[in-house]
């Protein structure tokens, strides 16, 4: 059984930081796609970043490019995401999605889509304040 769980929101001043976690578990961690989203109650979810683990291809969302850094650590199944410079319109609930490859190096994984990943987490709340 797939299980993603978030951890690290909290409430920062702008111009802070923050690391997100998401501890997986029950697929094979080193070869599986990988995202972060962030969601505003009644608005759409938002592709953050993306990771496809096999080989760390990273893809961002140009509102985060230079401030936010995703990573994985296969020894600890665990996703990240660094984010720094926060600003107020960071604030969101921020998730972490999965989704197995059925494509060669991750051709098909759906990077900034949410829609497309087949699991998410509960997600955790980042709050930043001016």
């Known amino acids: 059984q797939v299980r993603l769980v978030e951890s690290g929101g909290d409430s920062v001043q702008a111009g802070g930081s923050l690391r997100l976690s998401c501890a997986a578990s029950?697929?094979?961690?080193?070869?599986?796609?990988m995202g972060w989203f962030r969601q505003i109650p009644g608005k759409e979810p938002e592709g953050v970043a993306a990771?496809?683990?096999?080989?760390?291809?990273?893809y961002y969302a140009d509102s985060v490019k230079g401030r936010f850094i995703i990573s994985g650590d296969e020894d600890k199944r665990t996703l990240y995401l660094e984010m720094s410079s926060l600003q107020p319109e960071d604030s969101a609930m921020y998730y972490c999605?999965?989704?197995?490859?059925?494509?060669?190096?991750?051709?098909?994984?759906?990077?900034?889509?949410?829609?497309?990943?087949?699991?998410r987490g509960q997600g955790t709340q980042v709050t930043v304040s001016s």
């Open positions: 029950g697929f094979s961690f080193g070869t599986y796609c």
């Open positions: 990771l496809y683990t096999t080989d760390n291809t990273a």
């Open positions: 999605a999965a989704k197995a490859p059925t494509a060669p190096y991750g051709s098909d994984c759906p990077r900034l889509n949410a829609a497309r990943y087949t699991y």
